[in-house]
């Protein structure tokens, strides 16, 4: 079985402070790790993801995760918000051999203050 | 085309009605999946397409929704008998393979449905 914690629904930021998203996973054999971004009125759109490389992965956007086994965590970090960065994300995992289909965390709103 | 395409975009309808909503999915792409968000609550899975093989429809909330993709390429949800607590936004995506449990999926931009 898969599941995916993102802590926070709402998490504010100023411009130019660290973000940081937090998403716990939980899953029985090696994950797949996935972030995904959605800006008003549009779909998601993939950030980063994780395949069992290397354990930092960097993105677009300056949006950087990493897989952290012990904790089952795949947090997902920028060194500094910028005001488009407003949106929402979520946290995905699949695994190896297991469904197809992956699973969504409720998505965490980002929001940036001036 | 370029990416997913969903359509109407939005779309108001009374209690009782059945609405259609469309996907066309990125071209060459063999896997398609319908999902529901509604406010606060992520995504929920509803159907999965893979190639010709039968849909994984182990998402779907009632009887009432269906869907089928034709050809392959576009998909069509249809939800029956419509009520309110279907409002929400209907997206689609779809991936190369399907076959890759780490393929990255590529969302349209939703369907808005709010059912009065």
């Known amino acids: 079985a898969q599941s995916v914690t993102q802590l926070g629904s709402h998490v504010s930021v100023s411009e130019g402070a660290l973000v940081l998203l937090r998403c716990n996973y939980s899953s029985s054999v090696p994950p797949y790790l996935f972030w995904y971004v959605q800006y008003p009125n549009q779909g998601l759109q993939l950030l980063l993801k994780?395949?069992?490389?290397?354990?930092l992965v960097k993105g677009i956007n300056g949006f950087e995760a990493e897989f952290k086994k012990s904790e089952t965590s795949f947090h997902l970090t920028k060194p500094s918000a910028h005001m488009s960065d407003a949106a929402e994300y979520f946290c995905?995992?699949?695994?190896?051999?297991?469904?197809?289909?992956?699973?969504f965390g409720r998505g965490t709103s980002l929001i940036v203050h001036p | 085309g370029a990416g997913v395409s969903q359509s109407p975009s939005n779309k108001v309808t009374e209690k009782g009605k059945d609405v259609e909503l469309r996907c066309d999915p990125i071209?060459?792409?063999?896997?398609l999946y319908w999902y529901r968000q509604s406010l606060g609550q992520g995504l929920e899975f509803l159907i999965y397409?893979?190639?010709?093989?039968?849909?994984?429809k182990s998402g779907l909330p009632s009887d009432r929704f269906s869907a089928e993709r034709t050809g392959g390429s576009v998909s069509t949800l249809t939800i029956q008998r419509t009520q309110q607590e279907d409002s929400a936004v209907y997206l689609c995506a779809s991936s190369l393979a399907g076959g890759g449990r780490s393929e990255t999926q590529y969302f349209g931009p939703g369907t808005r449905l709010l059912v009065l």
């Open positions: 071209s060459g792409h063999t896997a």
């Open positions: 995905a995992v699949s695994q190896s051999g297991g469904s197809y289909i992956p699973t």
């Open positions: 994780y395949t069992s490389a290397a354990t």
């Open positions: 397409f893979q190639g010709n093989s039968a849909p994984d």
